[in-house]
């Protein structure tokens, strides 16, 4: 069996101007700098997607342009993961990413999810196994990644069905 990883990443902090529609809404300097701090975290742990499932947002778009810089310039010569952009990760909830993931590819061992709360805490939660949910919800700040493992294929990932290996806010 392969051994398969999901990143889910919240988006760094994003600005709140009147007037301007939710999908616009840019990053902050402070959530640009935390979005080059979330990829040098992953490079320093060696998590490498070879798939990013992002939000069509801005905030989203730049938080993932932030994490691909920070990877790049700690791994030249990598390899570029491929990115799909997906309006299912703005407008729905938990059941469109599962339903995103379970169409991945079993060649792609790492995906890197970047998406808004309240849906990517809650897929977090959802994938934990029984005997490691506890019944506290668990939210991921801006820029929060949370790491799950598990084996088999893509197509099989349900609920309950990866462990947390990791936790981590990244702030630059």
Request: glycine fraction near 10%; include cysteine.
């Amino acid at each position: 069996m392969t051994l398969r990883t999901l990143v889910l990443l919240r988006h760094a902090k994003a600005e709140r101007p009147d007037g301007l529609a939710d999908l616009d809404r840019k990053l902050t300097t402070t959530g640009e700098t935390d979005a080059d701090a979330a990829g040098a975290w992953l490079a320093d742990e060696r998590l490498h997607p070879g798939l990013v499932l992002c939000s069509p947002a801005a905030r989203t778009r730049q938080t993932w342009q932030g994490v691909s810089i920070a990877l790049a310039q700690a791994q030249p010569g990598g390899g570029t993961p491929e990115v799909r952009y997906d309006q299912g990760l703005y407008h729905g909830g938990v059941t469109e990413v599962f339903d995103l993931v379970r169409k991945v590819p079993d060649t792609v061992r790492t995906v890197l999810v970047v998406g808004h709360n309240p849906t990517v805490s809650e897929v977090s939660l959802m994938l934990l196994p029984d005997d490691q949910y506890d019944g506290e919800a668990v939210t991921l700040k801006t820029t929060g990644l949370a790491v799950h493992r598990a084996e088999g294929s893509w197509s099989t990932f349900e609920p309950r069905s990866m462990r947390l290996i990791e936790r981590h806010t990244a702030r630059g």
